[in-house]
């Protein structure tokens, strides 16, 4: 089920939220947790009711495995809890890599060997790289002694809530059992109801209306034409750019607003990270629950910055492309791990040396490096990568004939005059669309800041219905970017 789509603001999130206290004023705690689960489960199912069991049994043997853990560090077992905690994490691993990889090994080995192993050709189970991620989060923190034994219907509460259940953010067990375990929380919040409501059509309004115009102009430049001038390929791959964060962010917004509902407040993933100043700054701005699993789970055990600079500089390059990997099993995603790892050791190298840049410099450096690298990220393979980057820096670069006259001169210069935006000519609001998205990510507050700001006056609640007009827009149905990860 889709946050944008009729189905769930209509009727899922409304019906949800008022038996979920309707339970609650009975004090019928247990019965709201368990029909929390099942709401959230029938949110899962609704997209394809096959993978039901699969994520059912994730949850009982995840539950299983740490709660001995646990147990482990309370009362001592007569096995190692290392053995324990390395057979659940290839539990989950061999399921996403099943589900998520099984092609792309197979294709790569037919490719090596010259064999004929058939391809699987497995659907992509939903949600499945982020609640393997979440639920190997709290097999290790279990380990650590940082989770306290909850019973399954709690931890089933954990895994399968529905705001964050799809896309994130990615939770911890301990910054989410507290919340549903506090009395005041299974009572409705007023000012958490009107400020959900806010953030969610913050969320819907990024999508609907900022995303799903951008994803237009983008397939144009990536799917449909064979060839791009200068540009048409600048307008293609700013428009992914733009396309791919307000899809995400917004997402990610909606979450929070839906979460709220609830009174359970889910941890911030983004923070204007197009304003960020170098790769580093970037990646503690964007997806910032997928870059603290990042650091925590692989670049710390792996050793972190603790040993060396070479050791450093291996880790972070090892963190990038695993984390390349985990969007998606192909090679233009591992090249896109790859260009990130690189450029956090120039940027850490840079630092030791310590070069300063000047600020708007760094900003126009970092920006587009980041929107060169997501060509790599939405093409479909390396050839349609190579299609943008052709067209962006050795593309012709055609003016308007409107100009001829005032800069003739530049036909000397190899510059063509003619029909300068073929693929879009048709989008009047092409050009005032690519500027007012620069404005708002750089001079507008992100909408945690308008969060921050929030009270229920006349003025949110103006906005709030401005932004939920988005729901006329809702008849052009489009799943979420990250829905494919």
Request: aromatic fraction near 20%.
């Amino acid at each position: 089920m889709l946050f944008n789509s009729y189905e769930f603001i209509f009727f899922f999130l409304p019906i949800t939220f008022f038996i979920y206290f309707y339970l609650n004023k009975k004090r019928l705690t247990q019965a709201s947790k368990g029909f929390l689960v099942f709401a959230s489960l029938f949110f899962y199912s609704w997209w394809n009711i096959v993978y039901l069991p699969l994520i059912l049994i994730s949850m009982l043997v995840n539950y299983t495995a740490g709660r001995e853990l646990v147990g482990h560090t309370t009362k001592g077992r007569g096995y190692s809890p290392k053995a324990l905690l390395t057979v659940g994490v290839v539990f989950n691993l061999g399921l996403l890599g099943y589900f998520k990889y099984s092609d792309f090994f197979i294709s790569n080995a037919n490719r090596a060997f010259g064999a004929d192993i058939p391809l699987l050709h497995l659907a992509l189970p939903l949600a499945i790289s982020f609640y393997t991620f979440q639920q190997i989060a709290y097999l290790v923190d279990s380990y650590r002694g940082e989770t306290k034994e909850y019973d399954f219907l709690n931890y089933a509460v954990f895994v399968t809530f529905f705001p964050q259940l799809i896309a994130g953010p990615i939770v911890h067990h301990a910054e989410m059992m507290p919340q549903f375990a506090k009395l005041k929380n299974k009572v409705q919040n007023y000012h958490n109801i009107a400020l959900g409501l806010f953030i969610f059509s913050v969320g819907l309004f990024k999508k609907v209306a900022i995303a799903d115009t951008f994803a237009v102009w983008a397939t144009k430049g990536f799917d449909v034409s064979t060839q791009l001038n200068m540009l048409e390929a600048w307008v293609t791959s700013l428009s992914y750019t733009f396309q791919l964060y307000f899809d995400f962010s917004g997402y990610t917004d909606m979450a929070i607003g839906a979460a709220l509902l609830f009174n359970i407040k889910l941890p911030i993933n983004f923070f204007s990270p197009y304003k960020a100043t170098s790769i580093q700054d970037f990646w503690r701005r964007w997806h910032i629950t997928l870059s603290r699993f990042l650091k925590d789970y692989i670049y710390i055990p792996l050793g972190g910055n603790r040993r060396g600079e070479i050791r450093t500089y291996t880790n972070l390059f090892a963190t990038f492309v695993l984390g390349g990997i985990w969007h998606g099993a192909g090679w233009t995603f591992v090249f896109w791990g790859i260009l990130h790892g690189l450029a956090l050791i120039v940027h850490r190298a840079w630092q030791k040396l310590g070069f300063k840049l000047n600020t708007l410099l760094a900003w126009f450096i970092t920006f587009n490096f980041i929107n060169i690298s997501w060509v790599f990220f939405r093409a479909l393979d390396f050839q349609s990568a190579m299609k943008v980057l052709k067209g962006m820096f050795m593309g012709p670069l055609i003016l308007p004939v409107q100009i001829f006259n005032d800069f003739e001169f530049l036909k000397d210069m190899g510059v063509k005059m003619g029909n300068w935006t073929r693929l879009f000519q048709q989008d009047l609001i092409l050009w005032p669309c690519l500027i007012a998205a620069f404005v708002v990510i750089l001079l507008f507050p992100n909408s945690m800041q308008l969060k921050q700001k929030f009270k229920p006056t006349f003025a949110y609640m103006a906005l709030t219905v401005l932004f939920l007009l988005a729901i006329f827009l809702l008849h052009r149905k489009s799943e979420f970017i990250y829905f494919n990860f």
